[in-house]
């Protein structure tokens, strides 16, 4: 009774602390306090209370925790034995239990139970019972006899704590009870309690189910603990909330590999759905104990994912949501995005570790982005892990900084890419500065501009998106790159400074200073670099923060001082800075006007401006070509500043610009001309009929007449006169100048200067037929310079008028156009007259050309193209080129210059007078305006003929003709090619750094972006299509009339030229706009959308308005299409086949790739005829062809059959014709093509294979089959190419007793392989076609059978194709040496490939598949036997470019005899296994006689070879070869 009441008190004593337990502490221990005469030992009469005393523990009430006098293991032993020696056992266990069942009903005695108990400190028990003592209930869990009953009493208990609420200092009951079962000694049932406490999971809360799981692992037997993985794996995807703590419990667990596997694939199926707080947890378990085979496979499914942008949209969404609620809710918004970029943080931390301390993680990550090869499958998360591996692993950067050239250039990794990566996770990828800015650094060293631009890119998004300390560090490696000296770098370092200084002025002002050091360093600038310096320097030193700042000083001390000077150089680039920096001062004065409170700041700021430009106009006053330099940049200042120059500043140029143009160039038109001048004078090209009085005229002649004798006496003394020089190099920059003026006052009017437009020169007679060779030396130049100038003033006026719209004007224009081209033709033959002269210069705001073109060089490369034996010279070339020309591989761009030679050619030949190439004289001539371009909108136009008193007389119509819609075109690709297809750049050698001159020509264009210039293409393209399609309805026309003969007897030989080279510039200007890389960048994607849409109008004209992107694409392609049977020459066929790659590989779609391939092979079975009868040869053909053969190779369906189809098909025929003649089936490929088409076979046969999966032990054995198949078909292909040297070289072999070695050795190497390769393909046919079921018609297995089909006639086809390689005669040229050279390269690579990739397979598939593994060894043993032979005939002819192939070649072929020795070892086959000596022989099958060979037995080892025939080898055993060590194997199982 006394006991009922103690336990009743305590329970209500236990009721009132549950209802304290939210409580503060001090409230509890009042509690406590008003219940502290209970506190103390429990004492009553139960079983329970007395046998637990008598074992050693005093059980104590309140809050006091159990004591424990004795050893834990003493107190189970004796408890033990009590409850066994009890009279009433095994019923005493039972009251015990409920003894202990009444006992815990009390909250505070329960939570003593679970607590550790308290050591007793005493006299005699300090020594005997330990520091730490387990808690009551797990030391009653630890005897055998009471286990049971206690975890059925705990997890009854378990359910009354599931709504319990824990305070910050109350007892978790639940974690406490759970705990119990860990680590213990024995459980007697384990399963029974797994699944028990897995049905508590199912029904508890999510709290107690997250203490339930992670306790499990300690809990769990190692037998229970695949059965536990599979059970929570399935929880795992039921239920994401318990993600973590599942996850955590898996990570303590061991696991066999296939279940783990099991496991991390349920991970992984739940990444996209889990939380984000969840996720690195989620990601650590998938990362953890990766083994090295499955490392790949696991990072490529997990990057396929996990998805930043998931991370990325709540981010957004609170920050769209902070801008419309109040501050404080803007405050809790941005304490939730930090939260989430922790977690994003903590994501790639997780990542970061396992990069670190696992070994094949950054391996495996990198392979898999390498993998990767769709552009939309590569996201931000490869970016940033990259970055991550690139700073945590430092033996990876080579590689990562490898994938990423690789990459960036496909469009893979675009700056859209790395622009979101800075714009969303810059808390995350600041931690990888160091390795951002060693990559753009690594990156602007590049030869590719797509990489270039990625470098510039990473250094504008680093100064924008991290702090200070690495906004200096950008600005530091930017100018470092500028002060280094290359050009490219130069340039692209430059232009981030200039992006910055716009979008971040303010930032950038607080490093003015390493940027003003640049100015120490300007030695190495070239003019248009320094333009962009000074701009740089100006906008920060004239910003509102910045007024007379000493960037200021320092940038007017240095103008002054290089415009003192003498030296043209820095005179040059004094004028050039003084320029720029005035146009910042005025757009700073502009800006200050439109405040009144700055008016005094704007009337300082054009005080000095005009003090600034008066200094510039006193230093160039004596020297001409700094004084058109002037001229140029301030037209170029206002051209820039269009409508934003203050007018008092425009007001001051054009006072006396009119003046100076009118009073130095112009004169009235008189019958004559006073004066002493080298030639008549003669007013020529005057579009005003009317000459009556008032008529102007442009003096040039006397004006160059004037300067030319000036020359001649000394022009010193003028110059000492202090007068301005007058010269007519300052003829066009000065119009320039006056025409940018004329139209910013009158608003694009030009009538104040219309004049000019049709007023005439003053010339001489340029009837030079037969008269240039009784001219002086110094008469042909000065007509040269005369024509060079007249030729300046006609292009600015073009330039000039090009926009006006009346029509009147725009017949004038045109005209202007024709008397260019027609002066063009005069110029060149008085150039090729004139060897020596020194051209004038046009272009001033470019250093002095080192290697300017001379008449001498071209005058005498034209005499020795001209003469009677150039067909054969350039056949024997052709046929004997060096093998480094072989083996490059021409992209792109080719010249267009081969078609004008023609043009030429044909006049010159007409007119008897050798011609001059101008296309190399561009840094002399005026530069064209984009808008010129404007002129291909016009279209007949009439020209009206006035009277004397302006009625109209007559209307003469006037045209864009051929050869002026060549000039327009030859300029507009020349732009187009510069600006929006940068070139390679190429870093000079050490100590010879030249002179950038490529941008000699184009400076006005550079000035311009290359969005603009896309633009104003795109606006081009409607006439563009105009003029392409008139010259299909030519060439179709054309063809039809002279049924189908290109060279029939009405083709106008001209004619015809001049509009092939139309259409060829044509289509390279639809390629290159196409090619801009900028089309991939979002902002441009309207853009390219219009583009397309032009050219869809054109099929479906008004139905293209809604089409979606890939329609109009697809629409485009087809009308681009439609050009395909009327391209003239094999030039237009190529440049039409890379513009359909170009617009197909906007969406790759399979179709479009069978397209492309099946047009590339009707261009090369095509016949390529000139108009005047011969066939297309030379060096820019064979480039052509070597891209064009590529091109059909890459897009072909099937590589291996497309080579098999050349080689045995078109090889013999060419074989079979006459000396000149060429395959029918291919009748491009001719004795001067067949190296190109012999390398281009074996560099595509070479990578095909390398696509070949390398085989698996889990290959199954259909999966063995296919892949035995497909090598079969390339040793097979490898055979007959090789072969062609082999057999090309038979019958030129010395004879030996009437018979020749070579042939024989030929036609029994071919018939064995034939067989041996009929017989795979037979069995193999056989096997699976037998079984095989109507209904399975389109599965896979028939798709396989069809393919052995295929193989099976194939190698019909090619043993008896083989049986005439060696019954025809076969000429030299398949043993020359680029073939060769080319088969000792790619016969090294593609055994390499078969070493690497194949050997695998066989090592898997001999026993399955054993007759076929040796049909197949066999056939490429006869191979590598050929190549040892092409070794020694390397070493006979001692010719360097060969023999340094041979020894890694034979390192190749001695690792091919041994790892078939091993594959024989492997699978128990090694007695089948010998090796034999192969005795060295050239290509003619002779033997190479050594001294030791002559007198000793050559024969040697465990067998002498057999005879080299292989019809006689045929047995047991069969050989197979060392190139190294001159061994032969050969290996066949045997039972």
């Given at each position: 009774?006394?006991?009922?009441?103690?336990?009743?008190?305590?329970?209500?004593?236990?009721?009132?602390?549950?209802?304290?337990?939210?409580?503060?502490?001090?409230?509890?221990?009042?509690?406590?306090?008003?219940?502290?005469?209970?506190?103390?030992?429990?004492?009553?009469?139960?079983?329970?209370?007395?046998?637990?005393?008598?074992?050693?523990?005093?059980?104590?009430?309140?809050?006091?925790?159990?004591?424990?006098?004795?050893?834990?293991?003493?107190?189970?032993?004796?408890?033990?034995?009590?409850?066994?020696?009890?009279?009433?056992?095994?019923?005493?266990?039972?009251?015990?239990?409920?003894?202990?069942?009444?006992?815990?009903?009390?909250?505070?005695?329960?939570?003593?139970?679970?607590?550790?108990?308290?050591?007793?400190?005493?006299?005699?028990?300090?020594?005997?019972?330990?520091?730490?003592?387990?808690?009551?209930?797990?030391?009653?869990?630890?005897?055998?006899?009471?286990?049971?009953?206690?975890?059925?009493?705990?997890?009854?208990?378990?359910?009354?704590?599931?709504?319990?609420?824990?305070?910050?200092?109350?007892?978790?009951?639940?974690?406490?009870?759970?705990?119990?079962?860990?680590?213990?000694?024995?459980?007697?049932d384990s399963k029974d309690l797994i699944m028990k406490l897995m049905q508590m999971v199912s029904v508890s809360p999510v709290p107690i189910q997250h203490d339930i799981i992670t306790s499990l692992p300690e809990i769990l037997e190692d037998s229970q603990q695949s059965e536990f993985a599979r059970e929570v794996s399935q929880l795992l995807k039921r239920d994401t909330r318990l993600t973590v703590p599942i996850l955590d419990a898996l990570s303590n667990l061991d696991l066999d590999a296939g279940l783990l596997a099991e496991v991390r694939q349920s991970a992984m199926?739940?990444?996209?759905?889990?939380?984000?707080?969840?996720?690195?947890?989620?990601?650590?378990?998938?990362?953890?104990?990766?083994?090295?085979?499955?490392?790949?496979?696991?990072?490529?499914?997990?990057?396929?994912?996990?998805?930043?942008?998931?991370?990325?949209?709540?981010?957004?969404?609170?920050?769209?949501?902070?801008?419309?609620?109040?501050?404080?809710q803007t405050s809790s918004s941005t304490s939730q995005v930090s939260s989430s970029q922790n977690c994003v943080k903590l994501l790639f931390d997780v990542i970061k570790l396992a990069v670190r301390f696992q070994k094949g993680i950054s391996e495996a990550w990198i392979k898999a982005i390498e993998?990767?090869?769709?552009?939309?499958?590569?996201?931000?998360?490869?970016?940033?892990?990259?970055?991550?591996?690139?700073?945590?692993?430092?033996?990876?950067?080579?590689?990562?900084?490898?994938?990423?050239?690789?990459?960036?250039?496909?469009?893979?990794?675009?700056?859209?890419?790395?622009?979101?990566?800075?714009?969303?996770?810059?808390?995350?990828?600041?931690?990888?500065?160091?390795?951002?800015?060693?990559?753009?650094?690594?990156?602007?060293?590049?030869?590719?501009?797509?990489?270039?631009?990625?470098?510039?890119?990473?250094?504008?998004?680093?100064?924008?998106?991290?702090?200070?300390?690495?906004?200096?560090?950008?600005?530091?490696?930017?100018?470092?790159?500028?002060?280094?000296?290359?050009?490219?770098?130069?340039?692209?370092?430059?232009?981030?400074?200039?992006?910055?200084?716009?979008?971040?002025?303010?930032?950038?002002?607080?490093?003015?200073?390493?940027?003003?050091?640049?100015?120490?360093?300007?030695?190495?600038?070239?003019?248009?670099?320094?333009?962009?310096?000074?701009?740089?320097?100006?906008?920060?030193?004239?910003?509102?923060?910045?007024?007379?700042?000493?960037?200021?000083?320092?940038?007017?001390?240095?103008?002054?001082?290089?415009?003192?000077?003498?030296?043209?150089?820095?005179?040059?680039?004094?004028?050039?800075?003084?320029?720029?920096?005035?146009?910042?001062?005025?757009?700073?004065?502009?800006?200050?006007?439109?405040?009144?409170?700055?008016?005094?700041?704007?009337?300082?700021?054009?005080?000095?401006?005009?003090?600034?430009?008066?200094?510039?106009?006193?230093?160039?006053?004596?020297?001409?070509?700094?004084?058109?330099?002037?001229?140029?940049?301030?037209?170029?200042?206002?051209?820039?500043?269009?409508?934003?120059?203050?007018?008092?500043?425009?007001?001051?140029?054009?006072?006396?610009?009119?003046?100076?143009?009118?009073?130095?160039?112009?004169?009235?038109?008189?019958?004559?001309?006073?004066?002493?001048?080298?030639?008549?004078?003669?007013?020529?090209?005057?579009?005003?009929?009317?000459?009556?009085?008032?008529?102007?005229?442009?003096?040039?002649?006397?004006?160059?007449?004037?300067?030319?004798?000036?020359?001649?006496?000394?022009?010193?003394?003028?110059?000492?006169?202090?007068?301005?020089?007058?010269?007519?190099?300052?003829?066009?920059?000065?119009?320039?100048?006056?025409?940018?003026?004329?139209?910013?006052?009158?608003?694009?009017?030009?009538?104040?200067?219309?004049?000019?437009?049709?007023?005439?020169?003053?010339?001489?007679?340029?009837?030079?037929?037969?008269?240039?060779?009784?001219?002086?030396?110094?008469?042909?130049?000065?007509?040269?310079?005369?024509?060079?100038?007249?030729?300046?003033?006609?292009?600015?006026?073009?330039?000039?008028?090009?926009?006006?719209?009346?029509?009147?004007?725009?017949?004038?224009?045109?005209?202007?156009?024709?008397?260019?081209?027609?002066?063009?033709?005069?110029?060149?033959?008085?150039?090729?007259?004139?060897?020596?002269?020194?051209?004038?210069?046009?272009?001033?705001?470019?250093?002095?050309?080192?290697?300017?073109?001379?008449?001498?060089?071209?005058?005498?490369?034209?005499?020795?193209?001209?003469?009677?034996?150039?067909?054969?010279?350039?056949?024997?070339?052709?046929?004997?080129?060096?093998?480094?020309?072989?083996?490059?591989?021409?992209?792109?761009?080719?010249?267009?210059?081969?078609?004008?030679?023609?043009?030429?050619?044909?006049?010159?030949?007409?007119?008897?007078?050798?011609?001059?190439?101008?296309?190399?004289?561009?840094?002399?001539?005026?530069?064209?305006?984009?808008?010129?371009?404007?002129?291909?909108?016009?279209?007949?136009?009439?020209?009206?003929?006035?009277?004397?008193?302006?009625?109209?007389?007559?209307?003469?119509?006037?045209?864009?003709?051929?050869?002026?819609?060549?000039?327009?075109?030859?300029?507009?690709?020349?732009?187009?090619?510069?600006?929006?297809?940068?070139?390679?750049?190429?870093?000079?050698?050490?100590?010879?750094?030249?002179?950038?001159?490529?941008?000699?020509?184009?400076?006005?264009?550079?000035?311009?972006?290359?969005?603009?210039?896309?633009?104003?293409?795109?606006?081009?393209?409607?006439?563009?299509?105009?003029?392409?399609?008139?010259?299909?309805?030519?060439?179709?026309?054309?063809?039809?009339?002279?049924?189908?003969?290109?060279?029939?007897?009405?083709?106008?030989?001209?004619?015809?030229?001049?509009?092939?080279?139309?259409?060829?510039?044509?289509?390279?200007?639809?390629?290159?706009?196409?090619?801009?890389?900028?089309?991939?960048?979002?902002?441009?994607?309207?853009?390219?959308?219009?583009?397309?849409?032009?050219?869809?109008?054109?099929?479906?004209?008004?139905?293209?308005?809604?089409?979606?992107?890939?329609?109009?694409?697809?629409?485009?392609?087809?009308?681009?299409?439609?050009?395909?049977?009327?391209?003239?020459?094999?030039?237009?066929?190529?440049?039409?086949?890379?513009?359909?790659?170009?617009?197909?590989?906007?969406?790759?779609?399979?179709?479009?790739?069978?397209?492309?391939?099946?047009?590339?092979?009707?261009?090369?079975?095509?016949?390529?005829?000139?108009?005047?009868?011969?066939?297309?040869?030379?060096?820019?053909?064979?480039?052509?062809?070597?891209?064009?053969?590529?091109?059909?190779?890459?897009?072909?369906?099937?590589?291996?059959?497309?080579?098999?189809?050349?080689?045995?098909?078109?090889?013999?025929?060419?074989?079979?014709?006459?000396?000149?003649?060429?395959?029918?089936?291919?009748?491009?490929?001719?004795?001067?093509?067949?190296?190109?088409?012999?390398?281009?076979?074996?560099?595509?046969?070479?990578?095909?294979?390398?696509?070949?999966?390398?085989?698996?032990?889990?290959?199954?054995?259909?999966?063995?089959?296919?892949?035995?198949?497909?090598?079969?078909?390339?040793?097979?292909?490898?055979?007959?190419?090789?072969?062609?040297?082999?057999?090309?070289?038979?019958?030129?072999?010395?004879?030996?007793?009437?018979?020749?070695?070579?042939?024989?050795?030929?036609?029994?190497?071919?018939?064995?392989?034939?067989?041996?390769?009929?017989?795979?393909?037979?069995?193999?046919?056989?096997?699976?076609?037998?079984?095989?079921?109507?209904?399975?018609?389109?599965?896979?297995?028939?798709?396989?059978?069809?393919?052995?089909?295929?193989?099976?006639?194939?190698?019909?086809?090619?043993?008896?194709?083989?049986?005439?390689?060696?019954?025809?005669?076969?000429?030299?040229?398949?043993?020359?040496?680029?073939?060769?050279?080319?088969?000792?390269?790619?016969?090294?690579?593609?055994?390499?490939?078969?070493?690497?990739?194949?050997?695998?397979?066989?090592?898997?598939?001999?026993?399955?598949?054993?007759?076929?593994?040796?049909?197949?060894?066999?056939?490429?043993?006869?191979?590598?036997?050929?190549?040892?032979?092409?070794?020694?005939?390397?070493?006979?002819?001692?010719?360097?470019?060969?023999?340094?192939?041979?020894?890694?070649?034979?390192?190749?072929?001695?690792?091919?005899?041994?790892?078939?020795?091993?594959?024989?070892?492997?699978?128990?086959?090694?007695?089948?296994?010998?090796?034999?000596?192969?005795?060295?022989?050239?290509?003619?099958?002779?033997?190479?006689?050594?001294?030791?060979?002559?007198?000793?037995?050559?024969?040697?080892?465990?067998?002498?070879?057999?005879?080299?025939?292989?019809?006689?080898?045929?047995?047991?055993?069969?050989?197979?070869?060392?190139?190294?060590?001159?061994?032969?194997?050969?290996?066949?199982?045997?039972?």
């Amino acid at each position: 009774m006394v006991s009922k009441r103690k336990l009743s008190k305590s329970d209500a004593h236990g009721d009132s602390l549950i209802a304290e337990l939210p409580q503060t502490k001090k409230s509890r221990i009042s509690c406590k306090e008003k219940t502290s005469a209970e506190d103390g030992a429990v004492e009553n009469d139960s079983i329970f209370v007395q046998l637990i005393k008598t074992a050693g523990i005093t059980l104590n009430s309140g809050e006091r925790q159990n004591d424990i006098a004795v050893d834990q293991a003493t107190f189970q032993k004796k408890l033990c034995q009590i409850l066994r020696k009890h009279p009433f056992y095994p019923h005493v266990v039972q009251e015990f239990v409920s003894g202990l069942e009444t006992h815990i009903k009390d909250r505070d005695q329960f939570r003593n139970c679970l607590l550790p108990c308290a050591p007793v400190r005493g006299e005699v028990t300090r020594n005997l019972v330990h520091s730490y003592c387990e808690s009551l209930i797990k030391l009653l869990l630890g005897i055998e006899t009471l286990q049971p009953a206690v975890i059925t009493l705990l997890l009854e208990k378990l359910p009354e704590f599931f709504f319990d609420t824990v305070g910050t200092f109350g007892t978790n009951f639940p974690r406490l009870i759970v705990n119990q079962f860990k680590w213990l000694d024995k459980i007697l049932d384990s399963k029974d309690l797994i699944m028990k406490l897995m049905q508590m999971v199912s029904v508890s809360p999510v709290p107690i189910q997250h203490d339930i799981i992670t306790s499990l692992p300690e809990i769990l037997e190692d037998s229970q603990q695949s059965e536990f993985a599979r059970e929570v794996s399935q929880l795992l995807k039921r239920d994401t909330r318990l993600t973590v703590p599942i996850l955590d419990a898996l990570s303590n667990l061991d696991l066999d590999a296939g279940l783990l596997a099991e496991v991390r694939q349920s991970a992984m199926i739940i990444v996209p759905a889990v939380k984000l707080e969840d996720l690195p947890v989620v990601i650590k378990f998938i990362l953890h104990n990766i083994k090295a085979v499955d490392a790949v496979e696991v990072i490529s499914a997990l990057r396929k994912n996990l998805d930043l942008s998931s991370c990325i949209l709540p981010l957004q969404i609170l920050s769209s949501q902070s801008k419309l609620k109040s501050q404080p809710q803007t405050s809790s918004s941005t304490s939730q995005v930090s939260s989430s970029q922790n977690c994003v943080k903590l994501l790639f931390d997780v990542i970061k570790l396992a990069v670190r301390f696992q070994k094949g993680i950054s391996e495996a990550w990198i392979k898999a982005i390498e993998n990767t090869v769709s552009v939309s499958d590569h996201k931000v998360l490869d970016l940033i892990v990259l970055l991550l591996i690139h700073t945590t692993n430092t033996k990876s950067r080579k590689q990562i900084e490898r994938v990423l050239r690789n990459k960036i250039p496909l469009g893979c990794v675009p700056e859209q890419l790395l622009q979101s990566a800075f714009r969303n996770h810059s808390l995350v990828i600041k931690d990888f500065f160091p390795s951002i800015l060693s990559l753009a650094q690594t990156f602007l060293h590049s030869a590719d501009p797509c990489v270039v631009s990625f470098g510039s890119c990473m250094y504008k998004q680093a100064f924008s998106a991290f702090d200070s300390y690495c906004q200096q560090e950008v600005v530091s490696a930017l100018v470092t790159h500028i002060c280094g000296g290359n050009d490219v770098e130069v340039d692209i370092s430059l232009d981030v400074l200039t992006d910055l200084v716009t979008l971040h002025t303010s930032s950038l002002i607080r490093y003015a200073t390493f940027v003003k050091n640049i100015l120490d360093y300007t030695e190495k600038l070239n003019p248009q670099q320094i333009r962009k310096l000074f701009y740089i320097l100006g906008e920060l030193a004239f910003s509102q923060r910045q007024e007379d700042s000493y960037i200021q000083d320092d940038m007017h001390m240095v103008i002054r001082k290089w415009l003192s000077s003498t030296v043209p150089k820095y005179k040059q680039m004094g004028i050039i800075g003084a320029i720029t920096v005035a146009g910042s001062m005025a757009a700073k004065s502009k800006e200050d006007r439109c405040s009144l409170e700055r008016t005094q700041q704007s009337e300082e700021h054009c005080r000095q401006l005009s003090i600034l430009l008066d200094l510039v106009s006193y230093c160039c006053e004596q020297s001409p070509e700094a004084l058109a330099l002037y001229y140029d940049e301030l037209a170029n200042l206002i051209e820039k500043q269009k409508g934003n120059l203050d007018s008092q500043i425009l007001e001051r140029i054009g006072k006396s610009v009119v003046e100076d143009f009118s009073n130095d160039f112009v004169v009235d038109l008189t019958p004559v001309v006073d004066g002493v001048h080298l030639f008549p004078v003669k007013s020529l090209y005057n579009l005003d009929e009317d000459e009556s009085q008032g008529t102007i005229v442009i003096n040039l002649l006397p004006l160059l007449s004037q300067n030319w004798l000036g020359k001649s006496v000394g022009e010193m003394a003028t110059r000492n006169q202090g007068k301005k020089i007058v010269s007519p190099e300052c003829l066009c920059p000065s119009f320039r100048l006056l025409r940018l003026y004329t139209t910013e006052q009158h608003n694009g009017s030009m009538e104040e200067i219309d004049a000019l437009l049709g007023c005439p020169l003053y010339l001489t007679d340029l009837e030079i037929e037969g008269k240039l060779g009784s001219l002086a030396k110094q008469e042909r130049e000065f007509l040269c310079s005369l024509l060079f100038n007249a030729l300046n003033w006609f292009r600015e006026v073009v330039n000039a008028f090009c926009k006006q719209q009346d029509l009147e004007m725009k017949g004038k224009v045109l005209t202007r156009l024709q008397n260019i081209t027609e002066l063009q033709n005069m110029l060149g033959k008085c150039l090729a007259a004139s060897p020596g002269y020194v051209l004038p210069p046009a272009i001033f705001d470019c250093e002095a050309l080192e290697a300017a073109p001379t008449v001498n060089a071209v005058g005498l490369v034209k005499k020795k193209k001209t003469g009677g034996k150039k067909q054969k010279s350039e056949g024997s070339k052709d046929s004997s080129a060096d093998h480094s020309q072989m083996e490059e591989n021409p992209e792109g761009n080719q010249s267009e210059a081969e078609t004008t030679q023609l043009e030429k050619d044909t006049t010159e030949k007409k007119s008897g007078i050798p011609l001059v190439q101008l296309q190399s004289y561009r840094a002399f001539f005026r530069e064209l305006d984009l808008e010129v371009f404007t002129i291909l909108h016009c279209g007949l136009l009439t020209k009206s003929i006035l009277d004397s008193e302006m009625h109209t007389e007559a209307r003469e119509i006037v045209q864009l003709g051929p050869a002026e819609l060549v000039f327009l075109l030859d300029d507009l690709c020349q732009k187009l090619e510069h600006i929006l297809m940068p070139p390679a750049a190429k870093r000079a050698p050490f100590l010879k750094q030249g002179k950038d001159c490529r941008n000699i020509g184009f400076s006005h264009l550079c000035q311009r972006s290359s969005q603009e210039v896309a633009q104003c293409a795109v606006e081009l393209l409607k006439p563009l299509c105009n003029h392409m399609e008139n010259m299909h309805n030519y060439f179709q026309a054309l063809i039809t009339e002279n049924e189908e003969v290109v060279d029939g007897p009405r083709v106008n030989i001209q004619e015809h030229q001049l509009l092939s080279s139309c259409y060829q510039q044509l289509l390279q200007v639809f390629r290159l706009l196409f090619a801009w890389s900028g089309f991939s960048q979002r902002e441009n994607s309207d853009l390219l959308r219009s583009a397309l849409k032009v050219l869809a109008d054109r099929l479906k004209p008004g139905e293209t308005e809604f089409l979606l992107l890939e329609d109009l694409i697809s629409e485009s392609f087809h009308y681009l299409l439609n050009f395909q049977h009327s391209v003239p020459n094999f030039q237009c066929a190529l440049t039409l086949t890379q513009l359909l790659i170009v617009i197909a590989e906007k969406p790759v779609a399979s179709w479009k790739k069978d397209k492309i391939a099946s047009l590339a092979k009707q261009f090369l079975c095509q016949s390529w005829m000139q108009p005047s009868g011969m066939r297309e040869k030379g060096s820019q053909f064979s480039d052509a062809l070597h891209t064009l053969v590529c091109v059909y190779m890459e897009h072909t369906d099937n590589i291996l059959k497309a080579v098999e189809d050349i080689s045995s098909v078109g090889v013999p025929e060419l074989i079979n014709s006459a000396n000149d003649g060429y395959s029918s089936t291919y009748p491009t490929l001719t004795r001067q093509t067949f190296p190109v088409f012999f390398q281009v076979m074996m560099a595509q046969l070479e990578n095909s294979v390398r696509s070949i999966p390398a085989g698996k032990p889990s290959d199954s054995s259909e999966v063995q089959l296919e892949k035995l198949l497909h090598w079969n078909m390339a040793v097979r292909d490898f055979h007959i190419l090789v072969n062609l040297v082999k057999d090309g070289s038979s019958d030129l072999s010395p004879k030996k007793n009437g018979s020749s070695v070579g042939t024989s050795l030929s036609s029994s190497a071919v018939k064995t392989d034939a067989k041996n390769s009929c017989s795979f393909s037979a069995k193999a046919l056989s096997s699976l076609s037998a079984p095989l079921p109507p209904q399975s018609s389109s599965g896979p297995t028939d798709c396989l059978t069809g393919f052995l089909l295929l193989m099976y006639l194939t190698d019909v086809m090619s043993f008896m194709v083989s049986r005439n390689f060696t019954s025809v005669s076969c000429l030299e040229v398949f043993d020359s040496r680029p073939v060769l050279s080319i088969c000792l390269k790619y016969g090294r690579l593609f055994v390499e490939a078969f070493l690497k990739l194949a050997m695998p397979l066989l090592d898997y598939s001999f026993k399955k598949h054993r007759e076929d593994v040796q049909s197949l060894l066999k056939t490429l043993q006869l191979s590598t036997r050929q190549l040892h032979h092409m070794c020694g005939h390397s070493k006979i002819h001692q010719d360097l470019g060969l023999t340094n192939h041979v020894p890694l070649l034979k390192k190749s072929l001695e690792q091919f005899v041994y790892r078939v020795k091993a594959m024989l070892a492997f699978n128990h086959c090694q007695e089948a296994f010998w090796v034999g000596i192969l005795k060295n022989r050239d290509l003619q099958g002779e033997e190479i006689l050594s001294q030791d060979s002559e007198e000793n037995d050559p024969g040697e080892g465990v067998s002498q070879l057999p005879r080299e025939d292989p019809a006689e080898e045929e047995g047991d055993i069969s050989g197979s070869e060392d190139g190294s060590e001159h061994n032969d194997d050969d290996e066949e199982s045997s039972e």
